[in-house]
């Protein structure tokens, strides 16, 4: 099980939000009104409270941060070294002393300030205290603002680290950059690690599982090492040395015999020699990868003979009872070709296993369990021989099943024909028929009893062709005949030529109105700035109805009314010039003029009393006006959407007003 959660720590907010948030907790869950009338005693508790309220909340929010990082002298070496390589325990130690020295301070001054407001003799003189006593605190925690950003960043780099159980069954891959150790964790396990033909691909450690004898094994895939002193190495290099040094695992040393990681042989050995110090009581394996480029036995004389040494080596580190086994030591694999990636996998598994349990039996808690157990073995009463007896009912079934045809399924089927998109499952095999030959008919369509396919002619297209052609033409005759009866009855000649001349007229009405549509005084009123070349004038107008023996006076008129405008005073003049041609009695005339004239608004000044809006006078408006000017002015400034818009953009806790 892990113990290790670092997901679960807390946010550590920056200073200005932790200094917001426990203000406005302050002044949300504690009295906001105290009057000078009140009690001196009820003034000093008022005042108190709130300083007291501020400390503890100040004082938990810190204490909840430095329980929850977890400390480094009391967690496993593994997780203690790993977060000294990430962040240098000495800055990690010193913002969590700030967070605790401030904790210390803000409680001091809280203390101090709660014994000066015991002796506040008016409200003034508390409320200073009480703003001097929070004051104080939040310069308190505006100072440790580095430290507070410091771990917030610590605590995300945290929460992506891996869940590693340093207790439980590991494997642990090692190696020089670019050799397969990603390829084998994504082979073996679930996890998806960035796989890529260049070194360096993985930066930091990745944690992988999978199952062997019913048992679950955690794989650690690390980051490529080099061969250098231990001072050079890089953050990237130490994560891999780390656990190398603290975790109890089965170690997987992979070389890359082909060299097409960049690193020969001999550089590859230099290194497992540099670092065999880490790989003591630890099952050690020596994996030869990418053998689908190199076989191990294609190798030279020299390159061989540093792989026996390194095996030599592992060899000795075998701690478990009895001779060492020679057999899981030394192993090749090809990734690509998965060849002996699972035997790599169980031969490791296998030696962790045997060394866990050895480790356990020679435990002394072992020694005190084996003392209360008695393993009770069973002894032969005589010489008789008693096989197995198995019922003859049990072995004909046997037989009888053996010698039975497996049934065949569709998906048998399908893969015997083709395989899925080629074979297509009949549905009709299942249905029931008198006689199976039928079930693969097509099924005849039925009319009335009787089968379409028994009346059907070969010719029928053609012939649905040729009377759909007599039809029409019956059609068109009918149509050239109906067009002169009424009422079924056929029309005289005289009656004929009286229809064609009502359809002539109508065809000229229509033509005439189409016409109309396309006049001028359908059209809109062309506007001068697009009238540059001066085509649309009223002089060319007048010109064109002079040479047509027409008065131009009234249409020009007509049209200089339109584009200035038109007021309700010409109105008149309008039905004034146009009166020849309207023949209309005098009182039609007026009532149209009173409609016209009401359905144009009449403009006023703002300061015209309007019956019905409750003002004496023109004077006593200009006054309601103004003031309503007045009133909106300030609501204007503060961009309120009207009387009732209480809206507050910026919560400001009213900590210093109260």
């Known amino acids: 099980m892990v113990q290790y959660n670092f997901k679960k720590i807390t946010v550590v907010p920056p200073g200005k939000d932790f200094i917001d948030i ?180 993985t930066k930091s450690l990745f944690v992988g599982h999978t199952d062997y004898k019913y048992l679950r094994y955690q794989v650690i895939d690390t980051p490529g090492i080099l061969d250098r002193p231990f001072e050079d190495r890089n953050i990237i290099e130490m994560c891999s040395i780390t656990a190398l040094a603290h975790l109890r695992a089965a170690v997987l040393f992979f070389l890359d015999i082909s060299g097409s990681c960049g690193y020969s042989i001999a550089q590859q050995a230099a290194l497992f020699h540099s670092i065999k110090s880490l790989f003591m009581n630890k099952p050690l394996v020596i994996v030869c990868n990418k053998t689908d480029l190199q076989p191990l036995e294609g190798l030279s004389e020299d390159d061989m003979k540093l792989v026996m040494e390194m095996k030599e080596e592992a060899m000795k580190t075998i701690t478990q009872a009895g001779d060492p086994n020679e057999e899981g030591v030394l192993l090749t694999m090809s990734t690509l070709t998965d060849d002996g990636v699972i035997a790599v996998k169980n031969a490791a598994c296998e030696r962790l296993l045997e060394q866990r349990v050895d480790v356990k039996m020679k435990s002394k808690k072992m020694v005190d369990c084996l003392n209360r157990f008695h393993v009770a073995v069973p002894k032969p009463r005589d010489n008789k021989e008693r096989p197995v007896y198995i019922p003859q009912a049990v072995l004909e079934a046997r037989e009888n099943a053996a010698a039975k045809e497996k049934k065949k399924l569709e998906k048998d089927l399908e893969n015997e024909n083709g395989g899925a998109g080629v074979y297509s499952a009949s549905l009709k095999k299942h249905y029931i028929l008198a006689n199976d030959e039928w079930k693969e008919d097509i099924l005849p369509e039925i009319m009335d009893g009787h089968n379409v396919a028994d009346f059907l002619d070969p010719d029928i297209l053609e012939r649905c062709e040729e009377l759909e ?182 919560l400001k806790p009213k900590h210093l007003t109260s």
Do not use: W
């Open 22 to 201: 426990i203000l406005s907790r302050t002044q949300r869950q504690t009295p906001t009104v105290v009057h000078k009338g009140y009690a001196i005693s009820r003034i000093r508790q008022f005042y108190m409270r709130k300083v007291r309220y501020s400390q503890q909340n100040f004082y938990e929010k810190l204490s909840t941060i430095i329980d929850e990082f977890p400390r480094l002298d009391d967690i496993h070496p593994f997780y203690g070294d790993l977060l000294h390589v990430l962040y240098n325990k000495d800055h990690y130690k010193l913002a969590l002393g700030q967070i605790n020295t401030a904790r210390n301070i803000i409680a001091k001054i809280s203390k101090d300030y709660l014994r000066l407001l015991k002796y506040g003799d008016s409200l003034y003189r508390c409320k200073c205290l009480k703003v001097a006593a929070l004051g104080r605190m939040c310069t308190v925690v505006k100072r440790i603002s580095p430290s507070l950003a410091y771990l917030e960043q610590i605590r995300q780099h945290m929460a992506r680290l891996p869940s590693i159980d340093p207790n439980t069954r590991t494997v642990l891959i090692c190696g020089y950059p670019n050799v397969g150790k990603s390829s084998f964790m994504n082979k073996i396990t679930r996890a998806d690690v960035d796989v890529q033909p260049y070194a360096f691909t």
């Open 469 to 650: 052609r007599e039809e029409g033409l019956r059609l068109e005759e009918q149509a050239a005949q109906d067009a002169f009866e009424i009422d079924g009855h056929e029309l005289t000649e005289e009656q004929k030529d009286i229809l064609a001349q009502i359809r002539k007229k109508k065809a000229l009405l229509i033509q005439e109105h189409r016409m109309k549509k396309r006049t001028a005084e359908s059209r809109p009123i062309v506007p001068r700035k697009f009238d540059k070349d001066r085509k649309f004038t009223t002089d060319r107008m007048r010109r064109q109805l002079s040479s047509m023996d027409v008065d131009p006076s009234a249409a020009i008129n007509r049209v200089r009314s339109q584009s200035r405008g038109r007021k309700r005073e010409r109105s008149l003049s309008r039905v004034a010039v146009d009166g020849d041609d309207m023949e209309i009695d005098g009182q039609q005339s007026n009532k149209k003029l009173r409609l016209r004239s009401r359905s144009r608004s009449r403009s006023r000044a703002p300061e015209e009393v309007i019956p019905g809006e409750g003002f004496k006078d023109s004077e006593q408006k200009k006054k309601a006006i103004k003031k309503a000017k007045d009133a909106t002015k300030k609501r204007n400034k503060d961009a309120r959407r009207g009387e009732a818009d209480r809206v507050i953009p910026t």
